[in-house]
């Protein structure tokens, strides 16, 4: 863990920003906080599978948590979009 130090802070940062802005904007719809999520998901996972395919042993746990985060990403930015077009629908009509 020495020396994969710098993925750990990234990734508390990125955690630690994402509660953050969720708490200053509480106006913000909730397609940005998707959108938000899945950005993070997406980053959180690539870091836990670079973590993981680094690591010599025990890489399977972290190379399953990547993935899972990065299909959670990959679902949660096409959904703000539709979350947005039905904002905008319901604003239309």
Same mark, same amino acid.
């Given at each position: 863990?020495?020396?994969?130090?710098?993925?750990? =802070?990234? +990734?508390?940062? @990125?955690?630690?920003?994402?509660? =953050?802005?969720?708490?200053?904007?509480?106006?913000?719809?909730?397609?940005?906080? =998707?959108?938000?999520f899945g =950005?993070? @998901?997406?980053?959180?996972?690539?870091?836990?599978?670079?973590? $993981?395919?680094?690591?010599? +042993?025990?890489?399977?746990?972290?190379?399953? +948590?990547?993935?899972?985060?990065?299909?959670a $990403?990959?679902?949660?930015?096409? @959904?703000? +979009?539709?979350?947005? $077009?039905?904002?905008?629908?319901?604003?239309?009509?």
């Amino acid at each position: 863990m020495a020396r994969s130090w710098g993925i750990w =802070v990234v +990734r508390g940062i @990125a955690s630690i920003l994402f509660g =953050v802005l969720t708490f200053v904007w509480p106006g913000v719809s909730i397609a940005a906080i =998707v959108l938000m999520f899945g =950005v993070y @998901a997406f980053a959180d996972g690539a870091l836990l599978l670079s973590f $993981g395919l680094r690591l010599g +042993r025990r890489k399977a746990p972290y190379v399953v +948590r990547g993935l899972l985060s990065i299909a959670a $990403g990959l679902r949660g930015v096409p @959904a703000s +979009r539709s979350l947005l $077009g039905a904002i905008d629908l319901g604003r239309c009509g």
